[in-house]
């Protein structure tokens, strides 16, 4: 099966082509970890809307991969590394969007996007680009665990605020 990839989603690193191979019988978190901004190019769902039921799997398919990414770069496998991180930091951006309920439009205007989130760690904009222009980089995948984890612990603060 192919998914056309929408025209303010072809950007370098996460898409060259204008089409990409997609299995027809995958799962959420098989969908997360295999294809960039899946669920906001073609609305099959629509995670913004409920993070609650959306980002918590979403942060288990970031542990899983990071399980696997550590051991690669620890034996200085960095070549082996660079699919996965990109995929990964696409994986970032659609849990930022997504705990602050809005839906990722588009990636040409990512940095004025970001500028409107309420809820967001500190120099996003900067380390997001930090990471996707050496992806391959220790310091990248150090920089990925960090955001992941603030955004995490964001996300759990404005749960327990919503409670209040």
Same mark, same amino acid.
């Given at each position: 099966?192919?998914?056309?990839?929408?025209?303010?989603?072809?950007?370098?690193?996460?898409?060259?082509?204008?089409? +990409?191979?997609?299995?027809?019988?995958?799962?959420?978190?098989?969908?997360?970890?295999? +294809?960039?901004?899946?669920?906001?190019?073609?609305?099959?769902?629509?995670? =913004?809307? &409920?993070?609650?039921?959306?980002?918590?799997?979403?942060?288990? +398919? =970031?542990?899983?991969? &990071?399980?696997?990414?550590?051991?690669?770069?620890?034996?200085?496998?960095?070549?082996? +590394?660079?699919?996965?991180?990109?995929?990964?930091?696409?994986?970032?951006?659609?849990?930022?969007? =997504?705990?602050?309920?809005?839906?990722?439009?588009?990636?040409?205007?990512?940095?004025?996007?970001?500028?409107?989130?309420?809820?967001?760690?500190?120099?996003? $904009? &900067?380390?997001?680009?930090?990471?996707?222009?050496?992806?391959?980089?220790?310091?990248?995948?150090?920089?990925?665990?960090?955001?992941?984890?603030?955004?995490?612990?964001?996300?759990?603060?404005? $749960?327990?605020?919503?409670? $209040?």
């Amino acid at each position: 099966m192919q998914l056309t990839i929408r025209e303010g989603f072809k950007i370098s690193p996460f898409y060259e082509s204008d089409t +990409v191979e997609i299995k027809a019988e995958q799962s959420y978190g098989e969908r997360l970890r295999s +294809v960039c901004f899946y669920y906001d190019i073609t609305k099959e769902c629509y995670p =913004w809307k &409920e993070p609650e039921a959306y980002l918590p799997p979403l942060f288990s +398919v =970031w542990k899983e991969a &990071e399980k696997e990414l550590m051991p690669l770069f620890r034996s200085r496998k960095t070549m082996q +590394v660079t699919s996965n991180m990109i995929r990964m930091t696409a994986l970032c951006i659609d849990a930022l969007f =997504w705990m602050n309920k809005k839906e990722l439009i588009e990636l040409n205007d990512l940095a004025t996007q970001t500028d409107s989130l309420a809820l967001k760690p500190a120099n996003i $904009k &900067e380390r997001l680009m930090f990471i996707l222009t050496k992806p391959n980089s220790y310091h990248s995948f150090t920089q990925l665990r960090m955001l992941m984890q603030e955004i995490e612990k964001c996300y759990a603060r404005s $749960k327990l605020i919503q409670r $209040k």
